[in-house]
């Protein structure tokens, strides 16, 4: 607004959509229950480690669920990302823009291991990882937990690798009852948040209103600046001519009242003569008259 982009209308709009939207963002939940498989499984992870900060992630896939994984583990301050898909440079790519390592899905079984938390989203039919694999990563690590997700459909984790110690498998279908909670909470938040966005609208549209009665507002006020400085002026007039402050002061205070209200009282009076009921109500309101 003040370097001048921003119309006077247009401002207030801004000013009273920030409002609603921090105020939406503070006083209800809408922000704090994640209703995405991935966020809900960085979630889990989070509660499972207590600082993903030393810890390693192996993604394996490169698409939209994968990404948004990375996404949110590199806002997590993860300590490090492995990205495997079938096609290396897909990887590469997307590794990249998270100071990941990417490796093509032949080179999983050399760096699993390393892994401390592995989530998979890919297109296959058949498993990724199987039994096998994720028991021989396991005695390497010297049986230290490993927290796996599978968000693919079909499965690309074996379900057998469920029964192996020390490995805690998670599948989209134990997501969704998490995000199934999550959804109820943002659907009441939400609600909560359209009461606000509501209260701000009519903030807004009143004050729309009201800039119709600005131009009168303003000529009252120097009607009354005016008058003012009129009887000031005969006042210090009165008071350099000999008169007493205590005099001067009641004559001040007379004559500024009755200037004050001697028009709205005439068309007061006028409007009750000419059956203008709404008029003297409208006083009665205006000058808050019980």
């Given amino acids: 607004y003040e370097a001048g982009t921003l119309g006077k209308h247009l401002g207030k709009l801004f000013h009273h959509t920030f409002s609603a939207a921090k105020k939406v963002r503070t006083d209800t939940a809408i922000g704090s229950s994640p209703v995405s498989v991935a966020f809900t499984a960085v979630q889990l992870a989070q509660q499972i480690f207590d600082s993903l900060n030393d810890q390693t992630a192996l993604l394996i896939g490169a698409g939209e669920t994968i990404e948004l994984t990375a996404r949110h583990l590199h806002q997590k301050n993860i300590g490090r990302i492995i990205i495997a898909n079938r096609t290396y440079d897909k990887a590469h790519a997307l590794a990249s823009q998270f100071n990941g390592y990417a490796i093509a899905l032949s080179e999983i079984s050399s760096h699993l291991a390393e892994a401390d938390i ?11 990882l199987g039994k096998g694999r994720v028991e021989s990563a396991i005695k390497k690590r010297k049986h230290k937990p490993m927290f796996m997700v599978d968000l693919a459909v079909p499965r690309d984790i074996e379900a057998e690798v469920e029964q192996l110690q020390d490995v805690y498998l998670y599948t989209i279908d134990d997501l969704q009852h998490t995000i199934n909670i999550n959804m109820d909470s943002r659907r009441k938040a939400a609600e909560q948040a359209e009461e606000i966005i509501d209260t701000q609208v009519e903030y807004f549209l009143s004050w729309m209103r009201s800039l119709g009665a600005q131009s009168v507002i303003k000529d009252y006020r120097q009607q009354a600046e005016l008058t003012r ?3 000031l002026a005969k ?13 001067t002061l009641q004559r001040l205070a007379y004559s500024l009242t009755n200037k004050l209200i001697h028009t709205p009282s005439s068309q007061i009076r006028d409007a009750g003569a000419n059956d203008r009921h ?8 205006i000058f808050k008259l019980k």
């Fill in 235 to 247: 006042a210090l007039t009165s008071l350099k001519n000999g008169g007493t402050a205590e005099d």
């Fill in 229 to 231: 400085d009129e009887m």
């Fill in 278 to 285: 709404d008029l003297v109500a409208a006083a009665r309101e």
């Fill in 118 to 128: 592995v989530i998979s989203s890919t297109a296959s039919q058949l498993p990724i």
